[in-house]
């Protein structure tokens, strides 16, 4: 494995520890009180844009087999689309919190809003994060040299990203499907 | 302060039951902890003499280890270890009680810098000094006003933290009667040094008086001065912090001041109760607790004088 | 014998002699290990110093009951600043520090996996440092402890900036801490050289292996609390404000478990640095190296499971706190058994008193003490008793200054010939020892019996009367000024040997490890060819016949 993925991964491990602290520290305050503001949040609105975001996992490893293949014509297309799916998820995330915000949810009104804003908002940063590292991939393939993006590059990115969707799953679980349970 | 009287402070006192427990456990380990520091200790003093380079020495056997000798100490030490772990459950278990439903005898209240005391069975209310019958199994019931206190007597032994929130509960048993100190045990700001704890424990006929006299309303007072005092205590900013039982001051922001006068000092033990005293702590209290709430209270002298006054016959 | 040096450039004395140190734009832009490590070290030295004339300020304060030789707004930020600074800018850095320089030349490689990452995580470290100790003249500096706890820390109780400078200094520097570990373990997964499998590495960079893993997955218990404490004080949430429904302790528990491993994180090097000196200076293989090796993963693993034992007296279920009191027991198991076996190392071999030999020695007999005490913490009861008091002063001090810092000293006085090229002066290495040692020990062996007595801890004052206080906090104060004395004619040494030390050569110990395989310091690419590593001493192989089984006495080739 390369030294770029043996560090990306070490890098993900920290950052899975930070949001496993997060979301406990959400589990904490929920678990005992069922906050009226809940009742704002709607599953299926974010479940749409959350399927972008799954989505976007799966064109990112078609960008990582068109890199394999070095096509770099298919290479740039899924990187692309990609990075839309990724855009159109942060976009839904940013109409939430419009909406919710609008309805005087605020992330300082209580700890409901304080810990839904603090989780998903790290979230948010996480992707946003995200695409600015694929928007840099999709810079290198088109005026890049031939020898970029490196694999190393590429599949530390890669890893990066499927990361950022995994640690969505849990969260969407948590906040939006938990109390169906 | 004067704690002349006060019963030398250590862990090794055991005023309560539930210290003499935590003592015998102290002590267990104390003597194994001395004895591997003895052991490791003399190990090292023969190997730094013994095994000191000579001039001309050869260069050492190259022992690598030995698996048997490894494995040896480590269950050696975890042994050692395991006898600590049982005592250690054994002592926690006969030092907790179930709860019960039963109400807590004592309340204690931390607040940025003083305790207060309340006596949910007795409906007292007090602060900064507190007293105690002896020879009964009390339930404490420890609280946090504002930030994380932690009240602890070193002669009770345990002490437990007062977390706004959060409240805890503890078992004393006071098993001799006494003056003891302690101290507010968890970093809380300003004046975290200066929130003393003074506990006194009195055979029970003589706490029962004493809770009687702390249920009773101070009389009115009766010399010029006082009764000035009075007057101006009640016109002034006084009565938004404190109380005084039978009068209009009924705020708990700061301690109760309803038996102020019978207490040995001021300021949850910083100086001591004398009118001089208490004057000067009226005319500016940040002198002698700086940081503390109540704010230099901008009086005339003979008027801070006469409140001390007063406060004084609130025995 | 002959020397054994596998560079081509033979003629390196001192640092001087390398024309690509030259000049301070070198060592701003600088991507080599061992600039970036001489920087982290020696900025880890100036913090070390000023937390220690802090300490001093503290000292002097606590010598006499009710004394006013500082305000009490003013002793509370010196001892905040004193804990944090010698906990984030002075052990952690001289840790991550002594790791970027020796690995490469340890594991025979040319620099980390990734230098540019160890270059930017020594300035994030370094903003993040001086931005701390702007906050005395921004505002006010912290004043909740090293540690913080909510609600002293919400707007409510300390709105002056110090305890948003902390947060955001210790988030900065967290960054740094993280990227060095990332780095330190990718760099010995993958560039050991040819013969040089994970189990022939030197015990110190095996022990910082697994201190990098402790850091990759401690630090983010301390940015969660970090950022929500931010947020509240920033953005009005209610993460740990009790009226609104938040968790004072939340905090605890979320810094605990950083700040347990953390004090592993601390110590590690420090057992690494002493494993590899006393070795040497008895010429005498390190006894029993795969238990050495097998109980450090073992507390790396335990260590991440024993936070609650920093709240025994919070109130929590007995059964919780039983468990953790179990997990603290445990983990004293392997901590022994490295004692047992620096023991036996010594045992049999033939020991050269250098002041390196000497600072390891008093680490041997100061960290079980230290050790012991925190045993005693274990015991849930003594906890409740004496938790707070300056009997937790005295434990932490023993095993953090008694013992991580006497064995950081002993490493410097090992591997300063190999970074400088010149020695340390033994004689006034010989004063800094026993000075050392009378100073730390007078100063706090007697904390133990002041928390007996019943001193809390974290106090401006105490009042007088209190039997044995007074004369205590005399004997400890005094006793303190030799201790910092002590730290300024260690500053010296280092100045003045830097200019004036005999010249040491590539291997003036006869040590065997491959840093040792090259000049002193080593040239910017380290070697040029390596010798055959077919064990966890190469340096030793070369010069000796295969090594055979001691007769009589089972035991494993390293």
Not at chain 1, 161 to 173: G, K, N, Y
Not at chain 2, 124 to 140: D, K, R, S, V, Y
Request: glycine share 8%; with cysteine; proline share 5%.
């Amino acid at each position: 494995m390369s030294k770029a993925l043996q560090g990306m991964l070490l890098f993900i491990a920290s950052e899975a520890t930070f949001f496993l602290m997060l979301v406990m520290s959400y589990v904490n305050f929920h678990k005992v009180i069922h906050f009226s503001a809940e009742s704002y949040l709607d599953p299926l609105k974010t479940g749409m844009f959350s399927i972008a975001l799954f989505a976007s996992s799966f064109t990112m490893w078609c960008a990582e087999n068109s890199f394999k293949k070095q096509n770099r014509g298919w290479l740039r297309f899924w990187l692309a689309i990609t990075i839309i799916l990724g855009t159109i998820f942060i976009a839904g995330q940013g109409i939430e919190y419009a909406d919710l915000i609008e309805h005087h949810i605020t992330i300082s009104r209580d700890l409901f809003g304080t810990t839904f804003f603090t989780l998903t908002g790290f979230h948010g940063l996480h992707v946003i994060i995200g695409l600015l590292l694929l928007l840099s991939l999709l810079g290198l393939c088109t005026f890049g040299r031939k020898i970029e993006p490196t694999s190393g590059g590429m599949h530390c990115i890669a890893y990066y990203w499927h990361f950022v969707d995994v640690v969505w799953v849990f969260i969407f679980s948590v906040v939006y499907l938990w109390r169906y349970v | 302060m004067d704690i002349t009287n006060a019963e030398f402070t250590s862990v090794y006192l055991f005023a309560t039951e539930q210290a003499k427990v935590i003592g015998f456990l102290h002590y267990a380990d104390l003597v194994l902890s001395i004895i591997i520091a003895l052991i490791v200790g003399g190990i090292l003093a023969y190997v730094i003499v013994r095994f000191r380079e000579k001039p001309g020495d050869a260069e050492p056997v190259q022992d690598h280890g030995n698996t048997k000798l490894e494995i040896g100490w480590t269950v050696g030490t975890g042994l050692i270890l395991a006898v600590l772990g049982v005592l250690t459950a054994g002592v926690m278990y006969s030092m907790s009680p179930p709860l019960g439903t039963n109400q807590p005898d004592v309340i204690v209240i931390g607040h940025q810098w003083w305790w207060e005391y309340r006596y949910p069975k007795l409906g007292i209310i007090t602060a900064n000094e507190l007293f105690l019958p002896q020879g009964m199994n009390l339930l404490f019931e420890v609280r946090g006003a504002d930030v994380v206190h932690s009240f602890w007597i070193p002669a009770f032994g345990q002490k437990m933290d007062a977390i706004p929130g959060h409240p805890n509960f503890l078992f004393y048993k006071p098993i001799r009667s006494g003056i003891y100190l302690g101290t507010c045990s968890e970093y809380c700001g300003a004046d975290h040094g200066l929130m003393r704890i003074i506990a006194t424990v009195l055979p029970v006929a003589r706490f029962n008086a004493w809770a009687h006299g702390q249920a009773q309303v101070p009389p009115e007072p009766t010399v010029a001065q006082a009764i000035h005092g009075k007057q101006l205590f009640m016109a002034n900013t006084c009565i938004q912090c404190h109380s005084i039982s039978g009068t209009g001051a009924k705020a708990r922001v700061g301690p109760d001041l309803t038996h102020i006068g019978s207490r040995t000092t001021l300021g949850s033990g910083v100086i001591p109760n004398d009118l001089p005293s208490l004057a000067s702590w009226i005319t500016n209290p940040q002198k002698f607790k700086p940081g503390c709430y109540m704010p230099n209270m901008r009086l005339k002298p003979a008027d801070a004088h006469d409140i001390a006054a007063y406060l004084e016959t609130l025995k | 014998m002959t020397e054994l040096v596998f560079t081509k450039q033979k003629n390196i004395n001192t640092l001087n002699d390398i024309h690509e140190y030259h000049g301070l734009w070198s060592w701003v832009t600088s991507v080599d290990h061992k600039q970036i490590g001489i920087m982290y070290i020696g900025t880890g030295l100036i913090f070390l110093l000023i937390a220690a004339l802090l300490a001093l300020v503290i000292r002097i304060q606590l010598m006499v009951p009710m004394n006013h030789f500082v305000s009490q707004s003013a002793y509370n930020q010196i001892f905040t600043m004193h804990g944090t600074t010698m906990v984030f800018f002075m052990g952690m850095p001289i840790l991550l520090g002594m790791t970027v320089y020796l690995e490469p030349l340890m594991i025979g490689a040319r620099d980390m996996a990734f230098p540019r990452l160890n270059a930017f995580a020594y300035w994030i470290f370094l903003f993040g440092a001086l931005l701390l100790y702007f906050s005395f003249m921004g505002g006010g500096a912290p004043s909740a402890g090293w540690f913080a706890y909510p609600p002293l820390t919400e707007k409510a109780f300390l709105f002056d900036p110090g305890t948003t400078y902390w947060a955001l200094s210790l988030l900065l520097v967290g960054v740094g801490s993280v990227a060095t570990a990332i780095n330190i373990i990718v760099t010995a997964f993958t560039l050991r050289a040819p013969g040089m499998s994970m189990n022939r590495i030197p015990l110190f960079l095996w022990m910082m292996v697994i201190d990098s893993f402790l850091i990759i997955f401690a630090l983010p218990g301390l940015n969660a609390a970090l950022v929500m404490i931010l947020f509240d004080r920033l953005l009005h949430t209610h993460f740990f404000a009790p009226n609104f429904g938040g968790s004072a302790l939340l905090w605890q528990h979320l810094f605990w478990f950083f700040g347990h491993p953390e004090v592993y994180i601390l110590i590690m090097p420090g057992w690494g640095a002493v494993s590899e000196v006393i070795p040497v200076f008895c010429r005498k293989v390190i006894y029993g190296a795969g238990f050495m090796a097998a109980s450090t993963v073992a507390i790396g693993f335990l260590s991440m499971g024993v936070w609650v034992h920093h709240m025994f007296a919070t109130g929590l279920d007995n059964t919780t706190l039983y468990v953790f009191a179990f997990t603290s027991m445990l983990i004293a198991i392997p901590t022994g058994v490295k004692v047992w076996n620096w023991l036996a190392t010594m045992w049999g071999g033939s020991i050269r008193f250098t002041t390196a030999m000497l600072f390891a020695t008093a680490f041997v007999l100061q960290f079980t003490i230290g050790g012991l005490t925190g045993v005693a913490f274990a015991a849930v009861p003594i906890d409740w008793q004496l938790t707070d008091t300056y009997f937790v002063v005295a434990h932490f001090h023993y095993v953090l200054l008694g013992g991580l810092v006497f064995a950081l000293i002993s490493g410097f006085y090992y591997w300063y010939p190999k970074v400088t090229g010149r020695m340390l002066s033994e004689t006034i290495g010989k004063w800094h020892f026993w000075l050392s040692v009378v100073g730390f020990n007078g100063t706090f062996f007697v904390l133990h019996i002041l928390g007996l007595l019943g001193m809390p801890r974290r106090v401006w004052t105490y009042p007088r009367g209190m039997h044995g206080w007074a004369e205590l906090n005399m004997f400890s104060s005094i006793c303190s000024f030799i201790l910092v004395f002590s730290f300024f004619l260690f500053a010296y040494n280092l100045v003045y040997s830097f200019f004036k030390g005999k010249i040491a050569g590539p291997n003036p110990w006869s040590a065997w490890t491959l840093e040792w395989a090259t000049t002193s310091p080593p040239p910017p690419e380290n070697f040029d060819s390596l010798p055959a590593v077919n064990s966890r001493r190469p340096l030793w192989d070369l010069t000796h016949e295969p090594d055979e089984r001691v007769a009589g006495i089972g035991g494993q080739p390293a």
